[in-house]
């Protein structure tokens, strides 16, 4: 059964940088492209973006020039970077398990596995 | 376009069949994705591909999928059900990104 423990500082000042860390448990960490996902307080899911074992990455455009993610495999971890914060990235992050694959001539794409969240705070 | 459009809110009886619809170009290409989550927890997979069920999910939930609309059912709906229900696929456009629907709540009566 494969699990996603995550981490990471939870208030943060404006211009500060959002660092958490997702790690790996109980399954390949090979295979697989690693998301991060953010839900601010009352609304919906943002994608922030996802990295696969090779460190090939694919970013949210609207995010894309603040955002850095990484990968450790020797740890089976990814990890997320988000510079200059300001209030509007309060919220809590989550990250999951990416599944993609083609069958015939359509397109499968889900997410099967999730952290728990960390919530993130950014105050003056 | 790369956005899913999902009605904000609807509402079923206890026992009673609902449906929650998710519209987009994307879906023309791909398969949504639906999860539920209910306050304070994390989104949970429901549905996936043409119509399946991860381990764990009750068979009253299904999914189906014409044109650009995908749409989620749940057939019998109970009161544990009541939770935001939300889309999700890959941008057919061809960079990669990843797109969520606005979110559904479901309120079961």
């Known amino acids: 059964q494969v699990q996603l423990q995550q981490w990471g500082a939870g208030l943060l000042k404006p211009s500060e940088t959002l660092s958490l860390t997702c790690a790996v448990y109980g399954g390949s960490f090979s295979g697989y492209y690693w998301s991060w996902i953010r839900q601010p307080p009352g609304k919906g899911l943002e994608w922030i973006g996802e990295?696969?074992?090779?460190?090939?990455?694919n970013y949210n455009p609207s995010l894309k020039s603040r955002v850095t993610i990484s990968v450790d495999t020797s740890k089976n971890q990814f990890s997320l970077k988000l510079s200059s914060v300001t209030a509007a990235d309060t919220a809590v992050y989550y990250c999951?398990?990416?599944?993609?694959?083609?069958?015939?001539?359509?397109?499968?794409?889900?997410?099967?596995?999730w952290g728990k969240g960390t919530t993130v705070t950014v105050s003056s | 376009s790369s956005e899913l459009t999902q009605d904000p809110a609807v509402s079923v009886a206890l026992g009673q069949t609902v449906r929650i619809t998710c519209q987009g170009d994307?879906?023309?290409?791909?398969?949504a994705s639906w999860y539920q989550q209910k306050p304070g927890q994390a989104p949970v997979l429901v549905i996936y591909g043409k119509n399946n069920r991860p381990s764990g999910i009750p068979d009253r939930f299904s999914g189906s999928s014409s044109g650009n609309t995908a749409s989620l059912t749940i057939t019998g709906a109970q009161a544990e059900d009541e939770a935001d229900y939300y889309c999700n696929s890959r941008d057919s456009s061809g960079n990669h990104r990843v797109v969520f629907g606005g979110g559904t709540k479901l309120t079961v009566l």
């Open positions: 990295i696969n074992h090779s460190g090939s990455t």
């Open positions: 999951a398990r990416n599944r993609g694959f083609i069958n015939i001539d359509y397109y499968y794409y889900y997410m099967d596995v």
């Open positions: 994307s879906l023309r290409s791909y398969y």
